[in-house]
């Protein structure tokens, strides 16, 4: 049972304008999510959080939007650039625990000068 | 700054052979976790370690075994080694085991076995 979802794998857009990378989680128990970058041959880095109590963090180009009623969350970037081409990964964590961290598969993200 | 570094970068083993994956972090974090990514799945945590001295079972901890060494260093063993266990590892730390505390990843090892 896969409980973060990432349901596209790719998603190619221009540089300059927007990208928005959606999640959906079906445990209502989850109460912080987390996107994270990842580059070939690189660890993830930590990009963007929120957590449950809020409906929108944003930081420089990047902000993430919750929806708890639909359990879906957005992440924009904007405006896109050809340095943001990477894969994101969408995290969710419930408990307050960080070892209950579950992971999307990703979406490759492909920003075209 | 290092930050979270992980040895070696790659490996290729024989079924049937042990290895010991090392991590080590230097941003005096309390906890460290072990990840396996395979093609076009996410991350699955294998064990992690909330502070010094402890360490627990993630999602996916079958024939693997980990050791705290201290506060900065969290290694994985493969006892004998299984084709399914060909994949690519990724070490973390978090300041602690707070959900809000964003993990840190190191870069990986890229595990093959044949």
């Known amino acids: 049972d896969q409980q973060v979802k990432q349901n596209s794998p790719s998603l190619s857009v221009q540089e300059g304008r927007i990208s928005i990378l959606n999640c959906d989680y079906t445990n209502s128990m989850f109460d912080y999510f987390l996107w994270y970058k990842k580059y070939p041959a690189e660890g993830p880095t930590f990009l963007i959080s929120i957590s449950s109590i809020k409906d929108k963090n944003e930081d420089g180009r990047f902000t993430v939007f919750l929806n708890k009623s639909a359990k879906h969350l957005s992440l924009h970037i904007v405006p896109s650039q050809p340095g943001d081409s990477a894969v994101y990964f969408c995290?969710?964590?419930?408990?307050?625990?960080?070892?209950?961290?579950?992971f999307g598969k990703g979406t490759l993200l492909t920003v075209n000068p | 700054n290092a930050g979270v570094t992980q040895t070696p970068k790659f490996q290729v083993l024989k079924t049937g052979q042990s290895m010991t994956l090392q991590c080590a972090q230097d941003?005096?974090?309390?906890?460290m976790y072990w990840y396996r990514q395979d093609p076009g799945m996410g991350l699955r945590l294998i064990y992690y370690?909330?502070?010094?001295?402890?360490?627990d079972k993630g999602e996916v901890p079958n024939g693997y075994n980990v050791s705290r060494l201290n506060k900065r260093e969290f290694s994985l063993r493969l006892e004998s080694a299984a084709p399914s266990q060909t994949s690519v590892y990724f070490c973390?730390?978090?300041?602690?085991?707070?959900?809000?505390?964003?993990?840190?990843f190191g870069d990986g090892t890229r595990l093959s076995i044949l």
């Open positions: 370690s909330a502070s010094e001295g402890t360490t």
């Open positions: 973390a730390s978090s300041a602690g085991p707070d959900g809000s505390e964003a993990q840190h």
């Open positions: 941003m005096n974090h309390n906890s």
């Open positions: 995290a969710a964590n419930s408990g307050g625990s960080n070892y209950k961290l579950t």
